[in-house]
């Protein structure tokens, strides 16, 4: 049996679910959703690189920044975008972070 969107619950024939979004090549295997939802996310939920200005789109792997006043900005972790010493890692999901991890800094 064919996986099922998780938004519309309609059959998804193949995972992971890819879609190119501004410019991003988007490879989605969790959770399960369809193209069409997937670009509907990408819309709601992609939040802007505080390194290169670029669209992050959700469930993609970010690196975060401790802005100013606490404030948290998020970078690709892409090669293509080189981030400036970041700490901290974690996983863009529905407009907000998912799974933050601090990585141990090495004296
Ligand atoms: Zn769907
Ligand atoms: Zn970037």
Known sequence: MNPVCQECETQVNTVPTII???GEEIF???PVVCEPCLHKLCERYSTQCANCGGCIPPYSQVGVLKGNE???Q???MTTSCT???SA???YWGKGQLRNFIQIEACS
């Open 20 to 22: 190119e979004y501004q």
């Open 28 to 30: 989605l295997f969790d």
């Open 70 to 72: 606490g404030r948290t």
């Open 74 to 76: 998020v970078v690709h």
């Open 83 to 85: 981030t400036v010493g």
């Open 88 to 90: 901290f890692y974690g």
